[in-house]
């Protein structure tokens, strides 16, 4: 978990990540007026809130009165739990009997990915006679996490036996729906309804069915009365391979021009001498580098914003430094502010474009921003 600089004193470094509550808010108001007005929003905190603070996040949702959170890990739900918030989360788990009582102490819904984690649920509360809520996770086709239509009958055998099994929610989740013209996404719901329909005939039923994540949120993909679970979208990603979802970034991450250097013409900039001045060049040096989380992989091909314009990455990022190129930008001097994600002026610089150049995908330059990246928390951009 990532400690809140709640203390700006005890920051000594210039680079920060900056992360705007208000963004945040506007974020689940946007999607919460994208879904029916049936559906009910449970907001994905996992991975300290994509690398924003699940805190500070989680504190919102509750004055939102977002009626649910979700986090991957049990560690996570508790973290939140000790810091007093009392709304219901969802942990996808799984867990193991030890977790079981760590769910039921800290009040948190279990997601069952596999038989052996409802057995696993069903002992735990039996024993201690408490009742647990479950959301049964159903495996639609993305063959990774959730319950097969084969092992169906031992799950219904399960919570025929033990009624401390309390279904809350069953679920599923898209393996594709950033591409909502995939016919799979289809095929995913029609096997979803299925093995809903064969639960309904054991007599298992709950009134809250979910299985839409951003993308499926934003293409309108969500049942009436089903709930969603988003979390991309919430930070302002862009959740669709080809979409404009015009959500609100919520992170800013900046730095400053720490050093400034005149390189005369064929001389080279870092390691590996990848980067040789053509002509006379002004090269500034950043104090952030790949342990902050700033990819190795935009060496000689990222970009940063320095007085509102575009200023290329020269050479290699190194572990804490990165060098940049500004021999085009009149006036810039040591102490402006670099920005590396977010916006300056008419330029900005959103996650989608770093993740094209490194070839991965916007949750992944969210939670890569390591904890050594102060993160500072505002409602609202300053004026
Ligand atoms: C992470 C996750 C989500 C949220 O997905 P986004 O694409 O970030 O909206 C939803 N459901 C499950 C099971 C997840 O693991």
């Excluded at 948190?108 to 006679?129: F, H, M, N, V, Y």
């Excluded at 969603?228 to 979208?233: A, E, M, T, Y």
């Excluded at 391979?241 to 005149?262: A, F, N, Q």
Aim: charged share 25%; proline share 6%; glycine share 8%.
């Amino acid at each position: 978990m990532y400690t809140a600089p709640d203390n700006p004193e005890s920051i000594f470094r210039r680079t920060v990540a900056t992360v705007d509550l208000a963004a945040f808010r506007d974020n689940l108001r946007t999607i919460r007026s994208r879904i029916p007005t049936s559906s009910r929003l449970v907001a994905v905190l996992k991975a300290d809130g994509y690398g924003h603070g699940a805190l500070h996040l989680a504190r919102v949702c509750e004055s939102e009165n977002v009626p649910m959170l979700a986090v991957a890990l049990l560690e996570e739900a508790i973290a939140l739990r000790q810091e007093g918030i009392t709304i219901p989360i969802l942990v996808f788990g799984p867990v193991d009997a030890r977790g079981v009582a760590a769910a039921s102490q800290h009040s948190l819904a279990l997601g069952t990915p596999s038989p052996e984690s409802i057995e696993a649920i069903a002992s735990w509360s039996r024993q201690k006679d408490r009742r647990v809520p479950i959301h049964l996770h159903l495996d639609s086709g993305m063959n990774r996490m959730g319950l097969v239509p084969s092992e169906l009958p031992r799950v219904i055998a399960l919570l025929q036996e033990h009624p401390h099994l309390s279904v809350d929610g069953i679920f599923s989740h898209y393996a594709n729906a950033s591409d909502p013209a995939d016919p799979f996404n289809d095929e995913q719901e029609k096997r979803f309804v299925h093995m809903v329909g064969v639960l309904r005939e054991a007599g298992i039923r709950t009134a809250s069915h979910h299985f839409a994540n951003s993308a499926a949120a934003v293409s309108g993909r969500v049942r009436e009365g089903d709930w969603v679970r988003v979390g991309l979208s919430l930070y302002g990603g862009e959740p669709l391979d080809y979409g404009e979802s015009r959500l609100l970034p919520v992170m800013r991450w900046t730095t400053r021009i720490e050093r400034l250097k005149e390189v005369a013409p064929n001389e080279i900039v870092g390691y590996g001498k990848t980067w040789r001045a053509s002509e006379r060049a002004l090269i500034a040096t950043l104090p952030v580098g790949y342990a902050d989380g700033y990819d190795r992989l935009l060496s000689n091909k990222g970009e940063v914003l320095v007085r509102g314009r575009r200023a290329p990455i020269a050479g290699r990022v190194s572990m804490d430094l990165t060098t940049i190129d500004i021999t085009g930008i009149p006036g810039a001097a040591v102490g402006d502010e670099v920005v590396l994600l977010g916006s300056q002026g008419d330029e900005s610089i959103r996650a989608e474009e770093l993740a094209t150049i490194t070839g991965t995908i916007p949750y992944e330059v969210f939670t890569s921003v390591s904890k050594r990246v102060p993160r500072l928390y505002v409602d609202g951009a300053p004026a």
